[in-house]
């Protein structure tokens, strides 16, 4: 629906862009060549002739063109005539191949708006869904390293618990495009990873994980082989003896500003992807009637509930703020969980931290990496656990041998279940910050690559094209390229100073969450009225119960929504942006003095080709369009080997998954 639209915005700007430059003078370049070679004969003052380095020149045959000002005195300022044929049919060919593909892209976001608006940033931003990519390829590889360690220690304890470690790695990998927190008090996750009976919940939960999972499809691979097709011919044109201005416009220029889009919509379909933002919640609820416990007798019960709830993890979509008692003990006891999104004149600081979709991956990097690490430690937990021998039970029977009676040794109650993976001098894990940091610097460099590695051949090809300088075309190029960097970075800081002020409103390691018993229910009473009091009013106080934002923090407070709003107003503008100076190349408005000339770049220096031949423009860039063609696909097929290959659990980038271990 979303590439619908685009494709709408696109048939839009057409109809606009033909009533402009249909109203426009006409202009000829072959008509003003030939009065300037009429005026050169009736003995015109010869200053403006210029030859292939902008130099004046009197000699007719070195002379390539003339100066910017004769240009407009003896041709005028108006630009060549629009042809519809020309524009229609190289717009078809050249721009809606890449324009289809984005129907391609991951979306999975709650509603159709958010949609458009993803496919936008893609778009307008796409150092930030490469960027998002690249986290995602990255977090995963580092949940396939540390779930194998997992597999390896648990082996040398009977292996009975790897099938359920195995389906907590796949759902966990699998989640990552969505909000993804902690259901349950502590004890309801030490029986869904100790007792054996909640094996079949995991089992389920991997099974409906990868039923919804996206896979290839005819569509995909018939896309992506247009658009191939697309490029190779591009490439093949580009270089052909008879390339004019216009095949430069339609060849590698344009195709290097999308070529981006095969490995990241490919990267996706490798590392993973849901088929819409409601998968995991529905895995949740179909597994829930699995969840077993033990009753007072000894004997295990499904765990329901009155009404039909997530147990053991939650999708926190739209938790705009606490409003039930259940939900304020889990973000007492879960310290990864804020108690409340905030918000600054309504809008969320937490932004798309709590928005599905696997372009806002970037957003929740921490927060998923954290409630990972929660799983993680429970199992590692139990893995001590039972190579040190120890049972759940209390009783004094102690271990029991028997290889066939292995279960008895993980049955009993949950509050034993609780202490067993929960003792009193447990720690809970850090927030593993240089691991993060390195992911982050990774992605960044990833990201920055394919932009500017394929943005930068398009600037490149137009820049380095007589008459040499920065032009209409490469200008075009580079202001999206910046507004795209720009885009990324202000998005990228929301999330982070976000996460920061998540992070000093929360309890520290040495203010650990109170169990049930220290939380009386006049505290909870009192919290919870406080919370929804603060939350109604849009009061940025301290929140009930936590520390208070320092002074530098409730001065950066502001920036977080600010930014946000700056970076996505720019990504949705360089959306629009891009895709105006892709149709613009086949309007003609270029073919005029000023775009001629690169006076943007060259200034009084400018001056405008008139009697160079195609060959010899050909071999004053050919380096250089050699050169772009190389660095451009060097760039795609680097990040594309980098997304195949980063996202398994050894090889390639085994030491700089592993972080601080």
């Known amino acids: 629906m979303s590439s ?55 000699d007719w045959n070195d002379a390539w063109g003339i100066t910017y000002s004769a240009c407009i005195t003896l041709c005028g300022s108006g630009w060549e005539a629009f042809d519809w044929y020309f524009f229609s049919t190289s717009v078809s060919s050249w721009v809606l191949p890449w324009l289809a593909l984005t129907a391609q892209l991951p979306y999975e976001t709650k509603d159709s708006t958010t949609n458009l608006l993803s496919v936008l940033l893609a778009v307008g931003s796409p150092m930030l869904i490469t960027y998002s990519l690249c986290l995602t390829v990255l977090n995963s590889r580092w949940i396939n390293i540390r779930f194998r360690a997992l597999y390896d220690r648990n082996e040398e304890v009977l ?29 309801i996750i030490a029986q869904l990873v100790v007792s054996p009976e909640n094996r079949a919940w995991w089992y389920s939960l991997r099974k409906e994980v990868l039923k919804s999972k996206r896979e290839w499809t005819y569509s995909l691979l018939a896309q992506v082989i247009w658009v191939s097709v697309a490029v190779i011919s591009a490439i093949l044109d580009f270089f052909d003896a008879t390339v004019d201005n216009n095949t430069m416009g339609i060849g590698v220029a344009i195709n290097s500003l999308w070529i981006r889009m095969i490995p990241v919509t490919l990267g996706f379909v490798w590392v993973g992807t849901q088929r819409s933002s409601r998968t995991i919640r529905d895995a949740l609820m179909a597994a829930e009637a699995l969840v077993s416990e033990e009753d ?27 409003s039930t008692r259940s939900d304020l003990e889990n973000s007492m006891r879960w310290r990864h969980e804020r108690p409340s999104p905030r918000t600054l004149y309504g809008v969320s600081i937490a932004g798309f931290e709590m928005e599905p979709g696997p372009i806002f991956n970037y957003a929740r990097v921490w927060s998923h990496l954290y409630t990972t690490r929660i799983i993680i430690d429970a199992f590692e937990t139990l893995n001590a656990r039972l190579e040190a021998r120890h049972p759940v039970h209390t009783k004094e029977i102690g271990w029991n ?50 932009l500017w590695g394929t943005t930068g051949a398009a600037i490149l090809t137009a820049y380095n094209t007589p008459v040499i300088g920065l032009g209409c075309e490469s200008g075009a190029y580079l202001l999206y390229g910046i507004m795209a960097t720009l885009s990324w970075a202000l998005l990228v800081l929301s999330a982070y100073l976000s996460h920061q002020y998540n992070l000093r409103i929360e309890p520290t390691d040495s203010q650990q969450a109170p169990t049930k018993e220290e939380a009386s229910d006049v505290e909870l009473h009192s919290l919870l009225s406080r919370q929804t009091t603060a939350v109604s009013s849009s009061d940025l106080g301290p929140s009930p119960g936590l520390p208070a934002p320092s002074l530098p923090t409730a001065l950066v407070l502001p920036l977080i929504p600010l930014t946000r709003c700056l970076g996505l107003l720019l990504g949705a503008l360089n959306a629009i942006w891009l895709l105006l100076i892709s149709i613009l190349q086949f309007t003609n408005v270029y073919n005029n003095c000023w775009c001629e000339a690169s006076v943007l770049g060259l200034g009084s220096k400018a001056w405008v080709i008139l009697w160079a031949t195609d060959d010899q423009i050909v071999a004053a860039a050919w380096n250089s369009w050699i050169f772009a063609v190389v660095m451009s696909s060097v760039a795609v097929m680097g990040a594309g080997f980098f997304f195949r290959r980063c996202e398994g659990g050894g090889g390639l980038c085994e030491g700089v998954m592993v972080g601080r271990e």
């Open 296 to 322: 007072a007798s000894g004997v295990y019960q499904p765990l329901r509930r009155v009404t039909k709830r997530m147990i053991g993890f939650r999708d926190r979509t739209g938790d705009e703020r606490i």
């Open 401 to 450: 041998y028997d290889v066939t009676r292995w279960k008895d040794n993980l049955q009993g109650s949950p509050e034993e279940m609780e202490a067993y993976i929960y003792p009193p001098n447990h720690r809970w894990p850090s927030q593993d910050t240089h691991c993060m940091i390195w992911h982050c610097l990774l992605s960044t460099f990833v990201g920055m690559i394919l």
């Open 4 to 58: 619908f639209r685009l494709v709408g915005i696109v048939v839009g700007l057409m109809f606009v862009l033909h009533s402009v430059v249909s109203a426009a003078k006409p202009f000829n370049f072959t008509q003003c060549a030939i009065d300037v070679n009429r005026t050169f004969t009736n003995g015109f003052n010869s200053s403006f002739l210029v030859d292939s380095s902008g130099s004046f020149t009197n």
């Open 159 to 187: 292996g009975k618990q790897v099938k359920a470690m195995e389906a907590a790695r796949v759902f966990l990998r699998e989640s990552q495009h969505i909000p993804l927190g902690i259901s349950g008090d502590r004890s």
